[in-house]
């Protein structure tokens, strides 16, 4: 392979999430020679949470892509090589956007790296004695009993593929009708839920490493309410905001003014984040939940807010993430909606140091000026990492929340 | 697995005589609920006309806005946030739809 003269450059499959480490492109959006633009959508990637359309970091002009559509690879994989556009620069790692540090605890948790982090052509042979393999070839080459060392890999920088796999196995052994049993039974039990693996895995990690406190306050949401139903009156429904916008509007006042509670746990330290990113879990009905975040939420107005919130919401419940949405969030929000439960002790996503949530609104006893009256009330908890945080930044983080909700004019 | 027939059937079975409009807001509901939630689409030709589907469906405040931001692009009819507390059933929201939005 010749050096390349900083005119090529290749880009790399995403991280998407803390737990993901392989992906599929299920449809190109771009084809050879386009000329494509940092943050244009060139691809849809299947992860096993969601399908992802992901972003480009670097103008250029595609010249080959290196994977095949349904091609299940790792993270980190190129999958296209670029040009770079007549005259600009090819791409070095700091163009990578702000994001969570990449250092990772092990190599099943590589998330987190910027999205192009290794993008410029390096040399796609592994350095370690690994053998390059797609995680399907590694498996199917288990199940049948094949060295994945006597394999030539077809696959990019002659990484063993499925096809290597298949075609190994048929012209050895064929495989026996037990065989395919057996495998189409594993792919069943892998794709059972996936989502329900990885977010087993996440949270136990969580619950085993992060040593969480919780804290809860009772917020009068009385200003609140009658301020949005103010508000909404006489707009077009596309400009009536909910409740949900004000509480990830404030969330990102009050971290912004606590910094400490606005990053990552890495290598046994704090990490601050440059930008308030609020990510926010969203349920879906199949099951399980995902976790979008909207990046520097704390210069964004309320209506940017609704804006962007809504465009998650739907963009999740119809499996259109888009990947910029998917790494580098700070501080996580669950918000638990009108008919769910009063208040939740949360369990924080890792490496995120703190997790804020709202219960539902509900008639509450409440006293104003020593008299006793009733009020729509939630109860916003916070869950944060003692390794990060002691309980007085914590309780200051909620009453700088409970004095942003008590003026949502303000917000 | 239900055909499109089929839920047709059940669409006329469970809805009360009325004018070619109400069918049309019907299924103007019905589309608006299955755009927003794909996967309910199959619960949609059983559902009760006279249930509050919102909380039956389990949909929540931003399915809600979804929904009724569909309906009152389609419709051209405005929906005043001070009307949702009686737009819990198909047949209510039917019926406000019908009578343009009073």
Redesign the interface.
């Known amino acids: 392979m010749s050096e390349p003269a900083g005119e090529t450059f290749e880009y790399t499959l995403p991280s998407l999430g803390a737990d993901m480490d392989e992906g599929r492109v299920i449809e190109w959006r771009v084809g050879r020679g386009d000329t494509v633009h940092r943050g244009d959508l060139v691809a849809v990637v299947e992860t096993e949470k969601s399908d992802i359309d992901i972003e480009i970091w670097h103008d250029g002009i595609i010249d080959e892509f290196l994977v095949d559509v349904g091609e299940l690879v790792d993270v980190g994989t190129p999958i296209a090589r670029l040009r770079t556009i007549d005259g600009k620069p090819s791409p070095a790692p700091t163009s990578a956007p702000a994001s969570a540090p990449a250092p990772s605890r092990s190599p099943s948790e590589p998330a987190f790296a910027p999205p192009i982090s290794a993008a410029v052509a390096a040399p796609v042979a592994p350095t370690d004695a690994r053998i390059p393999a797609s995680p399907l070839a590694r498996r199917l080459a288990a199940d049948r009993g094949i060295d994945l060392a006597i394999l030539s890999g077809t696959g990019p920088g002659g990484a063993v593929i499925e096809a290597d796999v298949v075609a190994a196995s048929s012209t050895s052994v064929p495989p026996s009708p037990a065989d395919t049993a057996k495998r189409s039974t594993d792919t069943a039990k892998r794709s059972t839920d996936p989502m329900r693996t990885l977010i087993a895995e996440r949270m136990s990690t969580a619950n085993r490493e992060i040593p969480h406190y919780h804290l809860a306050r009772d917020l009068d949401l009385g200003p609140l309410e009658s301020w949005l139903?103010e508000h909404?009156?006489n707009r077009?429904?596309?400009e009536?905001l909910?409740?949900?916008a004000c509480f990830i509007r404030a969330v990102a006042l009050a971290t912004a003014g606590h910094r400490e509670l606005n990053g990552w746990w890495v290598d046994d330290r704090f990490e601050p984040a440059d930008s308030v990113n609020v990510a926010m879990a969203i349920s879906l009905?199949?099951g399980g939940l995902v976790t979008p975040h909207i990046e520097h939420a704390d210069e964004r107005s309320l209506d940017e807010i609704m804006g962007a919130?809504?465009e998650r919401?739907?963009a999740a419940?119809?499996g259109k993430l888009r990947s910029s949405w998917m790494t580098g969030a700070s501080i996580t929000i669950t918000n638990l909606?009108?008919?769910g439960a009063d208040l939740v002790h949360g369990v924080i996503s890792p490496p995120q140091v703190a997790l804020v949530g709202f219960g539902r609104s509900r008639a509450h006893p409440w006293v104003i000026d020593d008299e006793l009256v009733v009020r729509p009330v939630t109860t916003a908890t916070l869950a944060a990492d003692h390794r990060a945080t002691d309980g007085a930044i914590g309780s200051r983080f909620l009453a700088t929340l409970a004095a942003l909700i008590d003026h949502p004019e303000d917000l | 697995m239900t055909t499109p027939d089929d839920t047709r059937a059940a669409r006329e079975h469970t809805d009360p005589p009325g004018g070619h409009e109400q069918v049309e807001f019907t299924m103007m509901i019905l589309s608006a609920i299955a755009d927003v939630a794909p996967e309910l689409e199959p619960e949609l030709a059983d559902l009760d006309h006279d249930v509050d589907f919102w909380t039956e469906l389990q949909l929540d405040s931003m399915d809600h806005l979804a929904v009724v931001t569909r309906l009152a692009e389609q419709s051209g009819i405005d929906i005043a946030e001070r009307d949702y507390p009686h737009l819990t059933t198909i047949g209510s929201i039917r019926d406000f739809l019908a009578a343009g939005g009073r």
Do not use: E, F, K, M
Request: positive net charge; charged residues 25%; glycine residues 10%.
């Open positions: 139903a909404n009156t077009p429904i596309g009536r909910l409740p949900a009905r199949r919130l809504t919401v739907a419940r119809t909606g009108d008919t």
